[in-house]
């Protein structure tokens, strides 16, 4: 890696990456962003562009953006908190702390731990999303309710990625607490480290500046509504903050399980445990406890993004470098800045690089096996030949973030390359960590597409 730069060198550092990224978040039409790394104990961080099309106010690094998913890693956290304080236990059937669940699988409701729910290893619908109103019962609901979710997998064979699963450990949370699940998360989480505007509902938001998400339709930008995911939602996706804040969090995943002010929250054994690689998703990438963990030049990376209607995030951490980096996107079209920002500051400040993977060229007629539609739960993808590139288009099928929205727009379909057997990534991003795998069944017949998600084969 070499020496460490000056806060001056750091600075200029910064300021080139920011100003590349900003070249690429008006490219991809987002209105604005919000940037931050923490490097030797430093934070750097600054904001671009505007909070809203409508209502344009200067995006900076106080600006609150919803962080989506990034919040199940403050739900692990949480979690082992308590596993700390044998409060609960990883491997005990989650039905000793929710006598009453019920799961439409037998053995899944019977047997079903909270490590299998932090692994993403569940089996059953992973993307329904409900809103209850913002009532104090809206968790229970949903949980509730989940007992007409089908299981589409054998419980701990495969990762699919799944939200559902979060709602019962935020139930979780909230039985072996006595609190709500935000309560919960505020004590355990938030307080400790100092994290004081971070939020979860919108009238804690709303005293501060905030963005507001937005799609691309037919060329023009609208505001993304409803605003925010249903309160029965938020341990899948809730958190409300700023780039500081999450740059707070972020240092305490590179520590020894202290706080800035000395206070222990977890052991290292249990932030060791949260960040250790379990079952594979990709060429690169294992599911720890909630944290996507990865890996540059033998340099460990724990990483998660986020989205939610019109908002995206991602937010990656090197512990054992004690660096870090977020990224905060008011549009649908983010992720064009959350993974270049990513990748430039570990190349600038790291040096570490993803390779890029070799394609392996495939005539038309073998390619043929894979052509055809997968199915998901909130989007299909279809598989295509076009001019002999192969072309995958997602298939918005609407669901989020509520059962009944409608589809976002569907994104532009994007070139895929082979770059292994049964293995295909971006042809414009052939790393690793991107990867798509084919899955064969006992007869080498192609089955399903594990793409984060599993997509089942139809036609």
């Known amino acids: 890696m070499g020496r460490k730069c000056t806060r001056g060198e750091a600075l200029e550092k910064f300021g080139r990456i920011c100003k590349k990224t900003e070249e690429i978040m008006h490219g991809a039409k987002i209105p604005g962003v919000a940037l931050g790394i923490l490097y030797d104990g430093e934070v750097l961080s600054t904001g671009l562009g505007v909070t809203s099309v409508k209502n344009p106010l200067t995006a900076d690094d106080q600006t609150l953006f919803q962080i989506g998913s990034v919040t199940k890693t403050v739900v692990a956290t949480a979690v082992m908190c308590l596993v700390e304080h044998k409060i609960v236990d990883l491997d005990k059937p989650v039905k000793h702390y929710l006598p009453e669940l019920k799961l439409s699988d037998k053995r899944t409701n019977e047997e079903i731990k909270l490590r299998s729910i932090l692994t993403h290893t569940c089996g059953f619908t992973g993307d329904y999303f409900r809103d209850f109103g913002y009532g104090d019962d809206a968790l229970n609901k949903i949980v509730e309710e989940m007992k007409e979710l089908p299981q589409n997998y054998p419980m701990g064979k495969y990762f699919s990625y799944c939200n559902s699963g979060y709602y019962v450990a935020g139930r979780v949370l909230e039985v072996v607490t006595g609190k709500t699940f935000e309560s919960a998360i505020k004590e355990l989480v938030f307080e400790p480290l100092g994290m004081q505007h971070a939020f979860f509902f919108p009238w804690d938001v709303m005293t501060h500046r905030f963005v507001v998400g937005h799609h691309e339709d037919q060329g023009t930008l609208t505001i993304a509504e409803p605003w925010q995911i249903g309160r029965a939602s938020h341990p899948a996706g809730g958190i409300i903050t700023n780039v500081r804040e999450l740059l707070k969090y972020a240092r305490f995943h590179c520590g020894d399980g202290t706080t800035d002010r000395g206070q222990r929250i977890l052991s290292q054994e249990s932030l060791r445990q949260l960040h250790t690689p379990g079952i594979c998703i990709n060429q690169a990438t294992r599911i720890g406890l909630s944290w996507f963990v990865s890996s540059i030049d033998e340099v460990t990376l724990i990483a998660h993004g986020g989205g939610t209607n019109g908002q995206i995030c991602e937010l990656v951490i090197a512990p054992e470098k004690g660096f870090a980096t977020v990224a905060l996107t008011n549009a649908l079209s983010g992720s064009a800045v959350t993974s270049i920002f990513s990748k430039l500051a570990f190349e600038e400040f790291l040096g570490l690089s993803q390779e890029e993977l070799e394609e392996i060229k495939l005539s038309n ?59 295909i990534a971006p042809s414009q991003s052939r790393y690793a960590t991107s990867s798509m795998t084919f899955i064969r069944d006992e007869e080498g017949k192609i089955t399903m597409l594990q793409s984060g998600r599993l997509f089942r084969k139809t036609g």
Do not use: H, N
Not at 398 to 421: L, T
């Open 365 to 423: 007629e073998k390619s043929r096996e894979y052509l055809g539609k997968y199915e998901g739960e909130i989007s299909d993808i279809k598989l295509y030949l076009d001019d002999k590139k192969l072309m995958l288009q997602v298939i918005p099928k609407g669901g989020f973030p509520d059962r009944d929205s409608p589809p976002f727009p569907a994104p532009p379909p994007a070139e895929v390359v082979f770059v292994g057997k049964d293995i």
